[in-house]
């Protein structure tokens, strides 16, 4: 299979929409970078503006396999990097009988025994993939330290085995829900990326792409309504993600403009807290009724 | 060479890279922390885009050399100062001036033509169509002999004259309406005004005005109460996962273990009965118990509002967390804060019923520590931790810093965060002296950043530079 290399930004940005993500033009660039300088790639931004997607589609258009490591609170570098499988170690010890000292201990440290988590993975594999470092903020600053060898210079140093390092350049994106401020060092080795939620034409054609039977009237209506209640004070605004379900939503209910009946109907697919609801339906639900009942 | 221009703008050796790398350390004096590698990377992309492009060619320096959404904000204001800047210079330098040519067309032209023109453009929201309307405006103002030369007050004179303003404009005289004017939009009219202006200011007198670094104002991110309110909570919630993780994970780990034996034998039988690995008894974490106290009164009234937005916050993270609030007597105010959840709503209850209402309306901390004492001394104990949210000023009042000096000794920990900066602690009748000492720290804290100076403190990490 052979692999794609962009050329130019707009390759990146049509191949990008090809795998079903409509790029705004940073991040176009950004990616465009990432391929051909072979840096990580730091994406930040509020929570489901699609920065994990960003990756997804990434490793779509650019056909490699996706390679994902889920950061979490207190995760380490037996669950991120490698670890001995040590049972096997030990069976291979019981299972030797007469053989040497030295013959073993040569024997069950390498390749073997080696179980590989993902960053490993990424690096060990043959084929050039897409690593996705997502929620990076989750971890702690020491998790960060052990990523920068992995980062700079895309090798893992294993103190039996010595230094793995990559045979294909994989293409890198930490995600960062801004959570934490991420240190300096990771920083100074990435390409740094800021999602904001989307302008409203662009909105409007992510939500008719994923949902193309919505008529244009009603999508611009509705990215209108959801750009609306993003501009209140909520504890979680509507991400992308809950636009287009709420634009498929409509669909199921057959809508044909949103009143306050159907707002109000269907609020709870993009408004996920009860003081926000509380809110949303005080603020956007009256504009709505102004607004709508002269045409109803 | 002497130029008849006057004061000739440093322009420096010809090329990209040294602008590139004047414009790195111009960023560097606005405290962007750029470094060599960064540099580097930046002429690394710079090779990889179309230079035509000013939108490739921004993005490209911005994601190689700025690495936060602020960082991000101060390249903007400075990238587009330092080239506006640039060309100009190099403008004056090779003696190019647009001349009579500029306004080409501006006679022609009709202000109320004008007017639905640029509304249009600012409406369809067209950078090239907006630059060039602004400067068509400019000149024709500049015939009305309307300029004051102050640019500011130019801009919001063209603005007024133009019927320019943000929302539904009024429709007038049966007129279509008109649809209404997005306030970035207009913005972005105004900032081609303003540069527009700038540069034929800078074409008659042949010399760029000398730079200065951005003011305070523009640094600073756009903020509001709410956004205050998200960043009290990003650094509480920091606190939350410190003072979870790091303590006792450092502190307990492998003293005080005690080994399971049955779970030890049942794993060795993977291993053929050799008990390779000990198993442990789960080390139950400690709960941290919170006690925060929140002055209140009058004295405090500019930062209380932070204060309460702090409770708030803490109160999201920590179950075990009980507070309270005071002026000359103390309230429990736990229960409000755990059944509602709107911030506002919360101020509100709190004015009205947090039974704090009191007679005087001067803070008694005397009174408040021996009523603390009194009403929760048997809950407190080792592992709970004091925060103290006040000013200490007891207005002339007994201190009793000997009554405090028991809670302190009760409680595991006890911390003051002070909403005065250092520098007027224990003037007038601020008493935080006799209180400082029986504290494990004392805090001025007024700010977020402050805040998250605390919390670095408190989670064992190091203080946060200056």
Redesign the interface.
Known sequence: MAVTEPSSVQDVREGLEGAGYLAGESAALVAYLATRLGKPVLVEGPAGVGKTELAKALSRYLDRTLVRLQCYEGLDEAKALYEWNYRKQLLRIQAGGESGWDDVQDDIFNDEFLLERPLMQAIASAEPVVLLIDEIDKTDQEFEAMLLELLSDFQITIPELGQVAATTMPVVVLTSNNSRELTEALKRRCLYLWLDYPELEREMEIVRMHAPELPEALARRMVEVVRMVRSLDLKKPPSIAESIDWARTLLLMGAEDIDRETFEQSMSIIVKHRTDIDLVAERVGVKLADSVRPQA | MPTPYGHRPETGPPGLAPKLLAFCEELRSEGV?V?T??IL?AF??LE???WESR??FR??L???I????ED?RLFELLFDRWFFRTAEAEAIEREIAEGGRRHEGAERLDIDELREQIRDAIVEGDDGEMRDLARLAIAAFGRQGEGSGVVGVDVQRIRRTLGLSAGQAPADDGAAELPPIDREQLNAFERHLRRELERDLIERTSTLPPARPLAELDRALPTSP?QDLAAVH?AV??MK?RLA??GHEQRGRRKGRTVDVRRTMRASL???GVP?RLRHRPKRPRRPEIYVLCDVSTSVTSASVFFLSVLHALHDSFRKLRSFVFIERISEVTEIFEHE??FREIAARISSEGGVADVSGYTDYGRVWLEFLGEISEDLDPRSTVIVLGDARTNGREPHAEVFAQVAERAGRLFWLNPEPKLYWNYGDSVMAAYERYCDGAFECWTTRHLETFVNVVAGGVPAAD
């Open positions: 922390a470094g590698s960064e990377d690394a992309a990889q885009v179309p939108d490739d993005e490209a911005a994601a190689t700025a690495k936060s959404q991000r709410t990003r919630s920091q996962r993780t790091l993977e291993t053929g390779l959840r709107d």
